[in-house]
Nanobody
Framework: QVQLVESGGGLVQAGGSLIVSCAAS????????TGWFRQAPGKEREFVAG????????LIADSVKGRFTISRDNAKNTVYLQMNSLNVEDTAVYYC????????????????WGQGTQVTVSS
């Protein structure tokens, strides 16, 4: 059973940086893609970034392009989301998710989800 555990959320001032991590276990991830999504109160869950475990192809949402970076450490089965130049609109619960093969920007395409980690950006 695939398990995903996020960590690293917290409170940060606007303009600051934060790294959130997603540790995966219980599967062979070489054929998986992992995505980061976020959901703010009263809003739809939205795609932020994704990475393929094999080959390392990445996809970044336009809303965070140039500020957020996604990477993975295959040896640790961990995916990282580096968030820079944070603003209050980035405040949300951040979730990581996994699915077979290709990165998808649609949350319904993902089979496994973590519990989420809260990121709060203060002005």
């Amino acid at each position: 059973q695939v398990q995903l555990v996020e960590s690293g959320g917290g409170l940060v001032q606007a303009g600051g940086s934060l790294i959130v991590s997603c540790a995966a276990s219980g599967g062979s991830f070489s054929s998986y893609a992992t995505g980061w999504f976020r959901q703010a109160p009263g809003k739809e869950r939205e795609f932020v970034a994704g990475v393929r475990w094999s080959g390392g192809r990445t996809l970044i949402a336009d809303s965070v392009k140039g500020r957020f970076t996604i990477s993975r450490d295959n040896a640790k089965n961990t995916v990282y989301l580096q968030m820079n130049s944070l603003n209050v609109e980035d405040t949300a619960v951040y979730y990581c998710a996994a699915r077979s093969w290709a990165i998808s920007t649609t949350s319904a395409d993902y089979d496994y989800w973590g519990q989420g980690t809260q990121v709060t950006v203060s002005s």
